[in-house]
């Protein structure tokens, strides 16, 4: 049966400003494996490879999954991750390529190319919808979709709410756009957004109409996956609630929520989203067989 893993971010774990207690690196990954996360995704962006090489030994004391978030511009910067990522047993390099084509058919040839040479190093690879990136704008990600049919998506409906200035009730042609992406979705990642603002506090009685209509995506998106997924599948989550600019903070410069217990929280409504679905699932079979033996 295709399972779920829940990964959290490692740049999430950074403390900002108040938002939870300061740790060691060595104690995030303790953290993280008590409370029950798959793994951990580090962020190239939010460390140097340096910093980042210093980990590895983290993720086999624990015993966690590795996910590397990576910012390239060019296939000179593709080629070292890579190289990293069979070194640290990735299990997805989640890109960012931060080149925006003038183009879709330029577009087209630079993710076909990365995937090809991915392959050759065997390493899974997909590509994060994101602001500043070959993804940044959802109309135009859907076309690129359309034009590499195999292209590995990850989806963090986060940049779009914000680059879009998605207001809700959402109209259809956003729901028909946004659409288009969850079908095609091989990973998400964890974030809650509105027009204005790219990271929500969980908890604000103001957010929740934005949390519900995340936890709405995110379902569908599941229910997708499962859909196509084979039975030895693994769908990845990643909670990702960034340290400021991401968070934000009031007058004295001080988060507003404590963005790890936020991490506990979001990681319940995935696992329980979850176990609904396979719930459903195994009815549906059970049903399905009662049926047919009548």
């Avoid at 403390?15 to 494996?33: D, I």
């Avoid at 990293?84 to 087209?108: C, D, G, H, K």
């Avoid at 409504?269 to 609904?276: F, S």
Wanted: negative net charge; hydrophobic residues 40%.
């Amino acid at each position: 049966m295709p399972r779920l893993d829940v990964y959290q971010s490692l740049w999430a774990m950074d403390p900002g400003r108040g938002s939870h207690e300061t740790g060691t690196t060595e104690e995030y990954f303790s953290w993280v494996k008590s409370a029950g996360f798959a793994g951990i995704a580090i962020d190239l962006a939010a460390a140097d490879r340096e910093t980042a090489y210093k980990t590895m030994p983290l993720f086999r004391q624990h015993e966690l999954g590795c996910v590397i978030n990576a910012f390239p511009t060019s296939m000179e910067d593709v080629l070292p991750v890579l190289e990293m990522a069979r070194e640290f047993n990735a299990v997805v390099v989640n890109i960012i390529a931060q080149v925006v084509p003038s183009s879709l058919e330029e577009a087209t040839l630079m993710v076909q190319d990365w995937m090809e040479e991915a392959e050759k190093e065997n390493v899974n690879i997909e590509f994060e919808t994101h602001r500043n990136s070959v993804t940044n704008d959802l109309g135009y990600t859907t076309k690129l979709l359309e034009a590499v049919p195999d292209m590995k998506l990850g989806v963090d409906l986060s940049h779009y709410v914000v680059d879009r200035e998605i207001s809700l009730p959402l109209r259809e042609d956003e729901k028909e756009l946004v659409d288009k992406i969850l079908r095609r979705a091989d990973a998400f990642q964890g974030r809650v957004s509105s027009a204005q603002q790219i990271q929500l506090q969980l908890e604000f009685p103001q957010h929740q109409k934005w949390v519900v209509q995340f936890l709405d995506w995110w379902e569908t998106g599941f229910r997708y996956w499962r859909k196509r997924a084979s039975a030895d599948d693994t769908l990845i989550f990643q909670t990702e609630l960034a340290p400021p600019d991401y968070a934000m903070t009031g007058p004295d410069g001080m988060e507003m929520s404590n963005r790890w217990e936020e991490s506990l929280i979001m990681k319940g409504w995935i696992e329980d989203l979850w176990k609904r679905l396979e719930k459903e699932d195994v009815e549906a079979t059970v049903s399905h067989d009662d049926k047919e033996h009548t």
